[in-house]
C-alpha cells in the first residue's frame, strides 16, 4: 500500500469516527496513533516514545499562549456586556433604515469580532443580544436569524482569529502579517452582508422594518460607550504589527484592556468573573486537545510521505494552479460538513500548503502566496459554520430563536452564502485585496 493510499485510509477511518460522533480530538488521535503503529511495524515503543515528546513539543510552544489570552479577551468582553454597547452603538446610527437592525447586528458582530477570536462566541453573544431587538421590530425568522448567523462568522474573520494563529504557527508564518492581511477581505465580509439585508428587505419589505430614529446627542453617547473597545482591537493588532508587541504580549494587553473595561462596567461580578475563567478553560482545553490528535494524526501522514507525495503529483499534472486552488477550496467546504473550523485548518495544511507553495500564483512571492492562502482558507472555514448540514453558527442561533424552525434558519443564510462565494471569487482573482495593508505598512 503506498503511502497516499494509506494516508486516505487514515482519512477515512477519521471520518467514520467523526459520524460515530466522536470527538475530533479524540477521533485524531485515534486514527493517527493507528496509522503511526502500522507505519512503524506495529513496534508499541515506537509509538510509546513519540507520545512521550508529542505532548511537550507541542504545548511548550511559547506562540500557543496567545490562544488562552485571546479566549479570556473574549470571555471578558461577553460576561462584561462590551457586546451590549457594540450592537447600541451600531443600530443608533443605521438601525432607522430598513433591515437596518439587522445590518446593526451584523456590524456588532464584526466589532466582537475584533476582541473575541470566536465565531460561536460571536454568534451566541450577539444572538443574545440583538435576537429581542429583531423580533421586537418584526423581523421574519429567517432573516433575523440568518442574518446573525452569518454575522458571526466574523468572529475568525475580523483580527483577532484563533484559526488565523494556529495557521500562522504550522506554516511559520507572521500572525501579525496575517491579522493585517484580514482586515481589508473582513470589512468586505461584512459589508457584504449587510448588502444582502438590504436586498432581502427591497424584495421584502415586511422581512425588515425600520426601526426608530436616534437623536444625535444618543449616538454621541453610544461612540462614547464603544471608543474603548475600538481603542483595544487598534492597540493589539498595530501593537503586533508594529513591532512594540510581540502577539502573546498584545493579547496580555488585550485581555487585561477587555477585563479593566468589563470591571468599570459594572456587569462584571464573582459569578461572571468565575465563568469568564471557566469558560476560557473549556474552551482552551478543547483547542489544545484538538492540536493533540491533529498533531498525531500529522505525525502518520508524514511518515506515510502522503503530503509529499501529493504535492508532487499536483506539480507533475499539468493542472493550472487555480484549479488545483478551486479544487482545494471545494475540499473545504465538502470537510465543513463534518469537521470544525480549527480541525480543519490543522489536519489540511500540512498537506495542501506543500502545494499551494509549489506552484505559481500571478507570479507572486512566496511570503505573499503564503498570507493568500492562508485567508483563503480561513474564509472558506468560515462557510463550514453556517452551511447544512452541519453549519454550528445555525444551531447556536437557532437555539436561541426558539420559534424559528431550523430550515427556516438554513433558507435565511443561502443568501449570505452566496455573498460568500462572490467574495471568495473576489479575493480568488484579486490577491491585493489581502495583501494590500501588509505591503503598504510593511514597506
Request: hydrophobic letters at 55%; aromatic letters at 8%.
Amino acid at each position: 500500500m503506498s503511502g497516499t493510499q494509506l494516508g486516505f485510509l487514515i482519512f477515512g477511518v477519521l471520518l467514520t469516527m467523526l459520524v460515530l460522533r466522536v470527538p475530533i480530538g479524540v477521533a485524531m488521535f485515534i486514527a493517527g496513533g493507528g496509522g503511526y503503529l502500522y507505519l512503524t511495524g506495529g513496534q508499541t515503543a515506537v509509538l510509546l516514545n513519540s507520545l512521550k515528546n508529542l505532548a511537550y513539543a507541542r504545548l511548550s510552544n511559547y506562540d500557543l499562549v496567545v490562544i488562552p489570552l485571546f479566549l479570556l479577551m473574549g470571555q471578558f468582553a461577553t460576561h462584561g456586556g462590551l457586546s451590549r454597547s457594540l450592537f447600541r452603538f451600531v443600530s443608533a446610527f443605521i438601525g432607522h433604515r430598513k433591515g437596518g437592525i439587522a445590518m446593526a447586528a451584523i456590524g456588532a458582530c464584526a466589532g466582537f469580532g475584533a476582541i473575541c477570536g470566536s465565531s460561536l462566541a460571536t454568534a451566541a453573544t450577539m444572538g443574545q443580544v440583538a435576537l429581542p431587538e429583531l423580533r421586537r421590530y418584526g423581523y421574519s425568522g429567517s432573516l433575523a436569524t440568518g442574518a446573525l448567523a452569518a454575522g458571526g462568522t466574523l468572529g475568525i474573520m475580523i483580527p483577532p482569529s484563533v484559526p488565523l494563529v494556529i495557521y500562522a504557527i504550522l506554516t511559520q508564518e507572521s500572525i501579525g502579517k496575517l491579522f493585517m492581511a484580514a482586515v481589508l477581505p473582513g470589512i468586505i465580509a461584512m459589508l457584504g452582508y449587510m448588502a444582502v439585508v438590504q436586498i432581502v428587505v427591497t424584495l421584502d419589505p415586511k422581512a425588515g422594518p425600520a426601526g426608530p430614529r436616534v437623536p444625535w446627542s444618543q449616538r454621541l453617547r453610544c461612540l462614547v460607550e464603544v471608543l474603548p473597545v475600538l481603542l483595544v482591537f487598534v492597540v493589539v493588532i498595530v501593537g503586533i504589527y508594529g513591532g512594540w508587541a510581540n502577539p502573546t504580549e498584545a493579547a496580555s494587553i488585550g485581555a487585561a484592556s477587555c477585563g479593566i473595561l468589563a470591571l468599570l462596567s459594572g456587569n462584571m461580578g464573582m459569578e461572571e468573573i468565575r465563568k469568564t475563567l471557566l469558560g476560557t478553560a473549556m474552551a482552551t482545553a478543547m483547542i489544545f486537545l484538538v492540536l493533540l490528535g491533529a498533531d498525531m494524526m500529522n505525525s502518520a501522514l508524514a511518515i506515510s510521505q502522503m503530503p509529499v507525495e501529493l504535492a508532487e503529483w499536483v506539480k507533475n499534472s499539468g493542472m493550472s494552479p487555480l484549479l488545483v486552488m478551486a479544487m482545494i477550496l471545494v475540499i473545504y467546504i465538502v470537510l465543513g460538513c463534518v469537521m470544525d473550523s480549527l480541525a480543519m485548518i490543522l489536519l489540511t495544511i500540512p498537506i495542501f500548503y506543500p502545494m499551494i507553495m509549489g506552484l505559481d500564483f500571478f507570479g507572486m512571492a512566496q511570503v505573499d502566496k503564503s498570507i493568500w492562502f492562508g485567508i483563503l482558507a480561513l474564509m472558506v472555514v468560515e462557510i463550514g459554520l453556517v452551511h447544512p448540514p452541519v453549519g454550528m453558527n445555525v444551531y447556536v442561533i437557532n437555539r436561541l430563536a426558539v420559534d424559528v424552525p431550523l430550515m427556516e434558519t438554513f433558507k435565511g443564510v443561502i443568501p449570505f452564502l452566496i455573498s460568500d462565494f462572490m467574495r471568495i471569487t473576489l479575493l480568488v482573482f484579486f490577491p491585493i485585496i489581502s495583501l494590500y495593508l501588509v505591503h503598504t505598512f510593511g514597506a
